[in-house]
């Protein structure tokens, strides 16, 4: 049985872990758990309104929406983590006009927008009583993820297939048939290696004379915990940074920042606060009534290239080794599809290779030897 071990337990390492076949292969998944922006994560699985001009992200993004039927069938996953409640977005009136025929337009290739309704501003405040009475565009499809509940929904379920978990800091080294990981507590070898760290994916290239497009982003959200009966209002994306996230059993999440000057740094802050409470409350009825419920801050470290696109496949010039990264703030809704492709790709599911071109660049526009 080979090894293949996974260096980044976030959203596409642990879907990957849970897609490959065990009787093929004994898997190790190793995080520090440090940063990681899944574990502070929620969000909107619904792009197809989006107006980026990357078509090969819309693509990878639209099935990526398209894939969470199969991943909730696989992996059991109860409302408390994914829940298809539709989404509403406010814009004004001449914009939803304009975002109404582009979702019309996109629903002959992707029919998971399910159906698109203009509302007007008692209509929206209906639907959604937070809001102000404000026209929005309502489309039933999309849905809301917890990253944080996801991955330790993962975790166990990969657990009970015999994968392995290492919490430690990780280091690579080339050897001619092997690839060697050392941590502080373990030296392994594995024949198939799988980098999905996010933004660590430089530091752990770095030293085997790759160049990588990749920097961290700080991502900050606010969780209130209400007694308010939010398991069946939909997602709304308001202007701005602010997207407004009711889950299950009165939590509602605002956010996220999007922070590219901050590094690595973790701690919460009074400006990220006071950003998505001013940005968002704008769009409330009742701000003071939500803001004064018991609020906690998540920060993670996103993954961000030049071109604010995603990459993933096979490291240039080398052998069984794997490389993800770059989702940005779309992670969430890319991530799982990706951790499932790269599994296909690494159980031979297909008699070729499979291609990704038609989801990414070339690896050699983000990962270059260094000269």
Request: proline share 6%.
């Amino acid at each position: 049985m080979k090894k293949v071990m996974i260096i980044g337990g976030g959203i596409i390492g642990l879907t990957l872990a849970n897609y490959l076949d065990k009787t093929k292969f004994d898997v190790t998944v190793i995080d520090s758990l440090i940063g990681q922006a899944t574990s502070a994560s929620a969000g909107i699985i619904s792009p197809w309104l989006s107006k980026r001009r990357n078509k090969k992200w819309y693509q990878l993004a639209q099935d990526g929406a398209a894939f969470f039927p199969k991943l909730v069938r696989d992996f059991a996953l109860d409302e408390s983590i994914y829940a298809p409640c539709g989404t509403l977005v406010v814009r004004p009136e001449k914009a939803l006009q304009e975002l109404a025929e582009l979702a019309e337009n996109r629903r002959k290739e992707a029919p998971g927008i399910g159906e698109i309704d203009l509302l007007t501003g008692s209509q929206t405040k209906e639907v959604l009583p937070l809001l102000k009475e404000m026209p929005s565009l309502r489309i039933t499809g999309g849905g809301r993820l917890d990253g944080q509940a996801y991955l330790a929904h993962l975790k166990a379920n990969a657990q009970q297939q015999q994968v392995t978990f290492i919490e430690e800091k990780a280091e690579i080294v080339r050897t001619d048939n092997h690839w060697q990981i050392k941590t502080k507590d373990h030296f392994l070898e594995t024949e198939i290696l799988c980098l999905t760290a996010g933004p660590g994916l430089l530091d752990l290239l770095s030293p085997l004379g790759y160049q990588v497009d990749i920097r961290p982003q700080k991502g900050q959200l606010l969780s209130f915990a209400t007694n308010l009966p939010t398991n069946s209002w939909p997602v709304a994306m308001l202007e701005g940074e602010g997207d407004l996230i009711p889950f299950s059993n009165g939590q509602i999440l605002l956010g996220a920042t999007h922070e590219n000057d901050a590094g690595w740094d973790l701690t919460p802050t009074e400006a990220a606060q006071q950003q998505l409470m001013t940005g968002i409350g704008a769009f409330l009825e009742d701000p003071e009534a939500l803001f004064a419920a018991p609020m906690t801050m998540r920060v993670g470290t996103r993954a961000y290239t030049s071109d604010f696109a995603p990459f993933f496949g096979e490291v240039p010039d080398e052998t069984n080794l794997f490389a993800a990264s770059g989702l940005g703030s779309s992670g969430l809704t890319t991530g799982p599809y990706i951790g499932y492709l790269l599994a296909n790709r690494i159980n031979e599911v297909h008699a070729q290779p499979t291609d990704f071109s038609c989801y990414t660049k070339p690896m050699t526009e983000y990962i270059k030897k260094r000269l």
